[in-house]
């Protein structure tokens, strides 16, 4: 598997792209993810956001014209795990409802996701999204040149394991940087010292998706959306992270 080294200055590019998903979701999503709002409704939100900064929703028109994704984020509500295609779904107290947005601007590529809570949730709910931001975390500290990427997927299911969750195996993070989706493929999963070395100029999308259940997932009849099988509650964090002097930066973390 081949992969590509990004120099300084396309980091900072990258990581402007980044910027932008950001700044949505710490200024403009919180106010915008109540009870009675539909899913349509915030991606025309979010939509109009990344356009207004000068960005593309790079989400639209993926999958090309068989089975185009036809949106420009990703909104996946409680049992929906990644990829919940916007519809007239109107959010509910108690929900929670994971945002992934992927932005291009001047060319390059921002990848994150958050998992909000809807009003007011339950014990179990708060302690899985707790427990999927905390893996990532945990993931990027393992993002270091020298390093495998056995050893940050091991280190983020041995937390999820530890916590009595489990990561989606179908589903994994990615290169991202000159598009959306790279090589190297990575998994929230693995062995510690296998797999790829960690190479000063990375950048990867590093993104658990942590289940209350089974791993197990599903597809929907539309075609993108993947849900849990048990029908129990799925959360999802995600960070573009470069490798820079030898240590994880993390490009999609606000910086005022």
């Known amino acids: 598997m081949s992969f590509t080294i990004k120099t300084r200055e396309e980091i900072e590019k990258i990581k402007a792209a980044n910027q932008v998903i950001a700044r949505l979701y710490a200024d403009i999503l919180p106010s915008k993810i109540v009870p009675g709002v539909s899913t349509n409704e915030l991606n025309t939100i979010i939509e109009e956001y990344i356009i207004s900064q000068g960005g593309t929703p790079a989400t639209i028109g993926v999958g090309g014209p068989s089975n185009a994704y036809p949106a420009g984020s990703c909104l996946s509500v409680n049992e929906a795990v990644v990829h919940g295609v916007p519809n007239e ?84 993070g990615h290169g991202v940087g000159y598009s959306m989706h790279e090589d190297p493929m990575v998994m929230n999963f693995g062995r510690k010292g296998r797999g790829i070395k ?39 964090f995600e960070h573009s992270v470069a490798i820079v002097d030898g240590k994880p930066v993390v490009l999609s973390k606000l910086d005022r």
Do not use: Q
């Not at 590529?109 to 007011?120: C, H, I, K, R």
């Open 198 to 236: 960690l190479e000063e100029g990375m950048v990867i999308a590093i993104e658990p998706m942590v289940n209350a259940g089974s791993y197990k997932v599903g597809i929907l009849k539309d075609g993108w959306t993947a849900v849990t099988r048990d029908g129990k509650r799925s959360a999802h």
């Open 89 to 172: 779904r109107i959010l509910e107290e108690g929900d929670i409802i994971s945002v992934d947005t992927v932005v291009e601007l001047d060319g390059f590529y921002g990848d994150s996701a958050f998992t909000f809570p809807v009003g007011e949730i339950d014990e179990e709910s708060k302690r899985l999204l707790e427990v999927t931001k905390k893996s990532l975390e945990i993931g990027i500290e393992e993002c270091y040149a020298g390093n495998r990427l056995g050893d940050l997927g091991n280190a983020i299911e041995s937390y999820v394991k530890k916590n009595k969750f489990t990561v989606v195996r179908d589903f994994c």
